[in-house]
């Protein structure tokens, strides 16, 4: 089989599938609900990572007093169980 015998089956077949000018595509209701429902869900799925990300990283940095305080309380206790 030459390669000019298999160039005009497969434009033929190319040509079936490419779209018509004149097709509209259809979006009832329920899937437009569900495409905005993705999209508010994924916004308010990334607002809550970020702040999560967010309050690691300045957390990293920030020193709270009061866990110093139990971490202090818990080794006077273990020091006077002994």
Do not use: W
């Not at 971490?71 to 206790?77: D, G, H, M, N, S």
């Amino acid at each position: 089989m030459k390669f000019s015998d298999t160039r005009l089956p497969t434009v033929l077949a190319g040509l079936v599938f490419l779209p018509t000018l004149t097709e509209h595509p259809y979006l009832d209701p329920g899937s437009g609900s569900f495409i905005l429902q993705m999209l508010i869900a994924g916004a308010a799925g990334a607002v809550f990572i970020l702040r999560n990300q967010i309050a690691r990283f300045f957390g990293f940095f920030h020193r709270n007093k009061n866990s110093d305080k139990k971490a202090e309380t818990k080794r006077v206790t273990k020091r006077n169980a002994k």
